[in-house]
């Protein structure tokens, strides 16, 4: 078998290409998701991680894929320039023990040992050998897609002949890792993320895919336990609690005073008006973020004839400056038992 080359410098670019870029595009954006993930915990655009991930993961595409496509190309036409015969018309022999590779000035032969790679790219099928360089044949070259096959298989085997031993296919696209694109959506990416590595187990057995399962479920505990901690150590969470407490004890002013006008005196504890009135919310929401364990109800207490009532808000202690009393006008209060102290 004989395979005659004539190759250009757009060959060595577009295989270029397509060897860095198809060949890791899983691995650097996994590389991605990762700093996507980090990044998002710390550099926050809105309230929201998910769409934090979105914007990081805009700002950081160019740096994982745009830049690294347009210096490749820089870097080959610079490795290109260097050879001193780089296109041109070359003959592919193979023997048992290696190959010759015939050009207009010379004949070299190339050892088995020698070949550390052979794979195939949708148009080109490259050796790399142990030394710097490569050898490029354009697909075009062979006579049908079975010759170009078959001259993979036969350097494929004396490289295993030679080490006594099976050589490392080269890696190739599997249509499952698509999956890893629903793999960066919560929830639904967990559940992905476990079908991945059932695929791993069960069809593929493929180790890329293990990478891609774990990825895929830590990316929901991640996102949700990220959510789940700004939930609770920010302040506009807080402060929204704050916000439903004030109504809430606004209507329990109403409540207290509606009760007083049924049995003539206002309630001992706010669980009188609990069983009264179901709609009607004692528990402080604060507290129940909070945790509270010491009370969760809002502090009311009947003096005489009159009663107070408030939030202990955030610092869960009463009679401190943070504590939330209901909103009433001057001449509600006058006419109503309220007392704020």
Not at 4 to 33: G, N, S
Request: some cysteine.
């Amino acid at each position: 078998m004989e395979i005659t080359t004539e190759i250009t410098e757009r060959d060595h670019i577009d295989f270029y290409h397509v060897y860095i870029f198809k060949r890791i595009w899983l691995q650097q954006l996994i590389i991605l998701l990762g700093v996507d993930l980090i990044l998002s915990s710390f550099i926050r655009v809105t309230s929201s991680y998910l769409v934090n991930m979105v914007v990081n993961g805009i700002i950081l595409l160019p740096f994982f894929f745009g830049i690294p496509y347009f210096l490749s190309g820089r870097k080959i036409k610079a490795y290109h320039d260097k050879l001193p015969f780089p296109n041109g018309k070359r003959t592919y022999t193979p023997f048992a023990s290696g190959i010759e590779i015939t050009d207009e000035t010379r004949a070299t032969f190339l050892k088995h040992e020698d070949i550390e790679q052979i794979g195939k790219t949708e148009n080109y099928v490259f050796i790399k050998p142990r030394y710097t360089g490569y050898c490029l044949l354009p697909i075009r070259c062979f006579s049908s897609a079975d010759q170009a096959a078959h001259f993979i298989s036969l350097i494929t085997s004396g490289k295993a002949q030679v080490r006594g031993s099976q050589s490392k296919p080269s890696f190739t696209f599997k249509p499952g890792y698509l999956l890893a694109i629903l793999c960066v959506l919560p929830v639904v990416g967990f559940f992905v993320g476990f079908l991945v590595l059932m695929l791993r187990i069960v069809h593929y057995k493929d180790r890329v895919f293990v990478i891609m399962g774990v990825i895929g479920m830590l990316i929901t505990v991640v996102i949700y336990a990220s959510m789940i901690y700004y939930t609770e150590t920010s302040g506009a969470t807080e402060d929204g609690f704050a916000s439903i407490a004030q109504t809430q004890l606004n209507d329990l002013v109403k409540s207290i005073e509606f009760y007083k006008l049924q049995n003539g005196s206002y309630p001992d504890s706010l669980h009188q008006i609990e069983t009264k009135d179901s709609f009607i919310s004692i528990d402080d929401p604060i507290q129940i973020f909070k945790r509270n364990k010491k009370s969760i109800i809002y502090q009311y207490r009947k003096v005489g004839n009159k009663y107070s009532l408030f939030s202990v808000s955030k610092d869960g202690k009463p009679n401190t400056a943070d504590d939330i009393y209901p909103t009433l006008s001057n001449t509600d209060t006058s006419k109503m038992g309220f007392i704020k102290k």
